[in-house]
């Protein structure tokens, strides 16, 4: 049996917690200040939607994969693969407010124009700070999402309040790895007496992800650097560019990556999923022989269900997205990158439980070459 103390012990107190969100939302007794994860009061419930959905909690990856996507497609580095792709939103207003392409931002309003979802949860910001997660039903709810930012908000809370509404009945949900683990430990964990609605969970959209950053540590580091009333954007590039690229009125100021890292959260220090493997479909920004200038305007996609397959196949049909070929022994370089993170992961979690692997401990198997 689980316990609310386990889950204050083993993920809070050891810095595992991802802020995703998936603990709350639920009761009155777990929430979030300034991206940080909060347990307002004791609980004495042996077991729990908290702690179930919970992606820092003990988990099986290995069965959970099998358990909703084919075993003959699963990659040992990145998941599930049906296909690697670049592509880019063929309208240049989604292009013109995205991160890099506008790829997720086009399908998932070609996914609620088609019957795919009827709402989403997106995460909003303002230029990369202060985001919150939302429940998004039109285009233009789903372009008010636009861009990335690097805080970490409890975006599944907004989910576990529309599923509890029980309104609409097939919620799509982007989100980054730790996220998008959590939303399939919710459908694969109903309880008894209330199984949260997880059946209304439509698609699963993934994005590429290496580390967030401490909410507060991100907002003064920009103040320095910019006014953070004017910035439309922010990026990591490439590593060779060793920056946080802040986009201000139209111009860049770099912030050199050294003051960046230690921001890093404690609980990616554990991650060990860069490409959202539990998705349907996993959106990065591209990365090919053309070089940063002509990939920041574009996207990697991998393919990792029939529905992600015939929603990007719906996709090419209808002119929504271009498609360009990706490069040669681009997936190679990504199962190399992925499996970078993989063990480093491991490595700090062996660290952080003197030889265990912790959250990962029911998947020692899976990862005795890492």
């Known amino acids: 049996m689980l316990s609310t103390i386990a889950l204050d012990t083993q993920v809070l107190r050891q810095g595992l917690c991802t802020g995703c969100g998936a603990c709350q939302g639920l009761c009155p007794y777990w929430g979030s200040v300034d ?35 084919a075993e003959e497609t699963i990659l040992p580095e990145i998941g ?34 088609e019957g795919f979802l009827d709402a989403a949860v997106l ?59 959590a939303v399939y430990k919710m459908k694969a964990n109903p309880l008894p007496e209330n199984d949260n609605h997880a059946g209304n969970i439509g698609m699963v959209f993934g994005l590429f992800c290496g580390w967030g950053l401490d909410w507060d540590g991100l907002r003064d580091l920009t103040k320095r650097h910019a006014d953070p009333a004017k910035i439309s954007h922010m990026d990591i590039p490439p590593s060779k560019y060793h920056s946080l690229d802040l986009r201000e009125e139209g111009k860049t100021v770099s912030v050199n990556l050294d003051e960046v890292t230690p921001l890093v959260r404690s ?3 554990y991650c060990v999923d860069m490409t959202a493997e539990f998705a349907d479909l996993s959106i990065g920004g591209a990365r090919s022989a053309s070089g940063w200038d002509v990939d920041k305007g574009w996207n990697q996609i991998i393919v990792r269900s029939e ?33 970078g993170k993989k063990r480093t992961a491991v490595q700090n979690l062996r660290e952080l439980t003197e030889g265990g692997l912790g959250y990962l401990s029911p998947n020692r198997e899976l990862l005795e070459n890492l």
Do not use: W
């Open 35 to 69: 991206g940080r994860t909060v347990c307002f009061f004791d609980c004495e419930r042996s077991d729990g939607r908290c702690q179930r959905f919970c992606p820092r909690m003990p988990t099986d990856l290995g069965a959970l994969q099998k358990r909703f996507f």
């Open 80 to 113: 599930p693969f049906r296909g690697l792709y670049l592509t880019r939103a063929a309208d240049p207003d989604i292009r013109a407010r995205a991160q890099h392409g506008g790829s997720m931002t086009a399908l998932v309003e070609l996914a609620l124009k």
């Open 123 to 181: 995460t909003r910001s303002q230029g990369g700070l202060d985001p919150e997660g939302v429940l998004a039903t039109t285009p233009e709810e789903v372009r008010a999402c636009s861009g990335s930012s690097f805080q970490v908000p409890p975006t599944l809370a907004a989910l576990n309040r529309a599923l509890k509404e029980d309104q609409f009945h097939s919620i799509g949900v982007v989100g980054t790895p730790c996220k998008t683990l």
């Open 267 to 269: 609980g990616c220090r």
């Open 307 to 339: 529905k992600g397959e015939a929603l990007l196949e719906l996709a090419r049909k209808q002119g929504v997205l271009e498609f360009k070929d990706a490069m040669e022994g681009g997936l190679e370089k990504l199962r190399k990158a992925s499996f």
